[in-house]
């Protein structure tokens, strides 16, 4: 069988959304992937050096696309932006005079986006930026609120990663949760929604399983080994 190359969400996929604790036992799967040939690499609204870190000491492919795809990380050093922070500022910005509650929520440090707290009507932010014109996009990761560059998507930001593996969609096997997740499913051959995922979500891909997070893992890549035996 051909190395595949896994892009895996961490928040509410790996974790659960209340603590951001790893599951222990899907680390282990994806690692075990990893040692059969494979490649896994993360692809979070998280930090890169986040899920880079996570790489690291997670035992998995030491490449991550974070901040929804604003970014690539394949070394401490190494950080290629594809977002741009000042003008998601910009909208922040502007979004806290018709939205009072909307803030910034604590997060490690980000250097292509805005990441607000969870706790205004999305939808409404959505349509005051579309309604005056910004050129960034807000979305849901089920973690926070995530502003970021129009166009800034974690498929964007993973067909960088492809390139460099010089993958075809056939190569790409998806696994996430949030709608932060779509564009990332229609760029793999094979796609994964979690239990905890909403219907929407799910209905983009082109596999789903009961399990939530770590539990939803396990299984799907149970169901993924059946999907490439039939092949």
């Known amino acids: 069988m051909k190395p595949k190359i896994y892009a895996v969400d961490i928040d509410g996929t790996i974790t659960d959304n209340k603590g951001g604790r790893v599951d222990l036992d899907a680390l282990a799967a994806l690692r075990y992937l990893v040692k059969l040939g494979h490649k896994v690499i993360?692809?979070?609204?998280?930090s890169s050096i986040e899920a880079y870190v996570l790489s690291v000491f997670g035992g998995t492919t030491r490449i991550a696309v974070g901040e929804n795809g604003g970014i690539i990380?394949?070394?401490p050093d190494e950080h290629r932006l594809i977002g741009n922070k000042q003008e998601c500022l910009k909208a922040f910005q502007f979004i806290k005079t018709k939205i009072p509650d909307a803030v910034e929520k604590p997060v490690f440090p980000r250097i292509t986006e805005v990441?607000?707290?969870r706790n205004f009507d999305v939808n409404l932010g959505k349509k005051i930026l579309a309604e005056n014109n910004f050129n960034v996009q807000l979305s849901d990761s089920m973690y926070?609120?995530?502003i970021n560059s129009k166009g800034v998507n974690k498929a964007n930001g993973f067909l960088e990663v492809m390139k460099m593996f010089s993958a075809t969609k056939q190569d790409v096997i998806a696994i996430g949760d949030s709608e932060?997740?779509?564009p990332l499913f229609g760029l793999a051959g094979i796609s994964v929604a979690l239990g905890n995922a909403t219907d929407d979500v799910k209905s983009h891909a082109t596999i789903t399983v009961p399990g939530h997070a770590g539990d939803g893992i396990i299984e799907a890549l149970e169901k993924i080994e059946l999907k490439l035996l039939v092949k």
């Open 115 to 117: 990441v607000l707290e």
């Open 144 to 146: 926070a609120y995530h």
């Open 73 to 75: 990380t394949s070394g």
């Open 180 to 182: 932060t997740d779509v």
């Open 42 to 46: 993360y692809v979070t609204g998280r």
